[in-house]
Nanobody, 116 residues
Framework: QVQLVESGGGLVQPGGSLRLSCAAS????????LGWYRQAPGKEREMVAD????????NYADSVKGRFTVSRDDDKNSVFLQMNNLTPEDTAVYSC?????????WGQGTQVTVSS
């Protein structure tokens, strides 16, 4: 049974930083693209960043380029999202995703609130 558990969310002031972590248990292979998605109230879920397994290619949403950094540690089956220079527009529930060729797993999400 695969389980993805996010941590690191919280309340932060504009301009601040947070580091999200996602620990994946039950994955039998590292051949998954790991990524972060977010959904703000009243908006559709959007991809924030993802990182492939082979080659490690990385994609970012335009809105976070230069501010967020995604990384993975396959030894720990984990993916991280370093978020800097946060703005109120980054407020959302952030969820991690493990996407393989034949499977797709999601975490429950962690709330990030950027407010003064």
């Amino acid at each position: 049974q695969v389980q993805l558990v996010e941590s690191g969310g919280g309340l932060v002031q504009p301009g601040g930083s947070l580091r999200l972590s996602c620990a994946a248990s039950g994955l039998t292979s590292s051949m998954f693209t790991l990524g972060w998605y977010r959904q703000a109230p009243g908006k559709e879920r959007e991809m924030v960043a993802d990182i492939a397994s082979v080659g490690g290619s990385i994609n970012y949403a335009d809105s976070v380029k230069g501010r967020f950094t995604v990384s993975r540690d396959d030894d720990k089956n984990s993916v991280f999202l370093q978020m800097n220079n946060l703005t109120p527009e980054d407020t959302a529930v952030y969820s991690c995703r493990a996407r393989g060729r034949f499977s797709d797993f999601w975490g429950q999400g962690t709330q990030v609130t950027v407010s003064s």
